[in-house]
């Protein structure tokens, strides 16, 4: 496994975060290119259409001995609006660059439709009841066959090896079931990037996530999170504050070791060696209450006590 750094929420020029990023011995990146990342690590428009941009992205890489192990177009896609088309381009743009610069791996999300062709918002389904949640759910796994069927021959087309969706709560695909469900239906191209910090907030178990899954874990992101237990044991877990509000949530996105210890994070990844995993493990910050630098070498400390050497 290698330690790798996911330049989101970072704000700052390339060449600063490729220097912070240094500082604290990151040689892999996970680059965003877009939709929700509102200030890309790049200028995916520019690096499509310019040589010379990509000439100096891989000069500015060579100097810090670094390299792209992935890139990430995280959206939703199948999103039934103009914002849902706009990142279907982003992906497809994504596609592309990663042929160009050779990138075998592209991070993303599932998407998520409406609940019928007329909807013009997402829908996101969590009971089996009232009874046309059933009705709805299988019209978004037809919409999502046919969307992923093309995706994948398009990744394939582009000599993306993996394309590794990560299993958020608000997207079609977001545990083990509708991972290996999507995989049967449009094959072993697309696998789990698994974040541990969804499965916190859903109230699942990474560690067991990681034993269901096995060889369909293709990316990993280290993420925690802290259940809010004086919120959370009134409220439960289902959270609708944006992150900013994290002193009246039920959960939060928090820097390694403030919501689970480095023994977890120890067993977590020992775990994943075990099961055969070999690729990156994804460093990515969202602490609300932490500047990026102090999240980040906080963070940094318990991953790479954490990881297997």
């Not at 177009?73 to 660059?97: I, M």
């Not at 299988?138 to 299993?167: F, H, M, P, S």
Request: hydrophobic fraction near 40%; charged fraction near 25%; proline fraction near 3%.
């Amino acid at each position: 496994m290698e330690m790798a750094l996911m330049l989101d929420n970072f704000g700052n020029s390339l060449e600063d975060n490729l220097s912070l990023a240094q500082k604290y011995g990151y040689r892999a990146l996970e680059i965003p290119t877009g939709n929700w990342c509102e200030s890309p690590a790049v200028d995916i428009d520019n690096l499509l259409n310019s040589k010379v941009s990509r000439d100096k992205l891989t000069e500015q890489l060579r100097k810090k001995d670094m390299h792209i192990c992935a890139l990430n177009c995280s959206g939703n896609q199948l999103a039934p609006n103009e914002k849902g088309k706009r990142h279907a381009e982003v992906v497809d743009k994504t596609f592309r660059l990663a042929e160009i610069l050779s990138v075998k791996k592209v991070v993303m999300m599932s998407g998520l439709p409406g609940g019928c062709k007329e909807d013009r918002c997402p829908n996101w389904v969590t009971a089996s009841w009232p009874r046309e949640t059933q009705s709805m759910l299988e019209y978004q796994w037809e919409t999502a066959a046919k969307y992923w069927e093309k995706a994948v021959k398009r990744a394939q087309d582009c000599g993306i090896e993996k394309v590794a969706l990560e299993n958020h709560g608000y997207q079609l695909v977001y545990n083990t079931d509708t991972m290996l469900k999507l995989r049967g239906l449009v094959g072993k191209t697309v696998g789990m990037n698994l974040d541990p910090s969804h499965m916190f907030w859903m109230g699942g178990d990474p560690i067991l996530m990681l034993r269901a899954l096995g060889s369909a874990v293709y990316h990993i992101h280290a993420k925690d999170v802290r259940i809010e237990r004086h919120l959370s044991g009134i409220n439960g877990l289902l959270e609708t504050k944006f992150i900013t509000r994290f002193a009246e949530r039920s959960w939060n996105y928090v820097a390694l070791g403030y919501g689970h210890d480095e023994l977890w994070w120890k067993e977590f990844f020992s775990v994943a060696n075990m099961i055969g995993y070999d690729g990156e493990v994804a460093l990515e910050l969202e602490d609300a209450s932490m500047d990026i630098p102090t999240a980040l070498e906080k963070s940094t400390k318990i991953l790479k006590a954490a990881l297997p050497k």
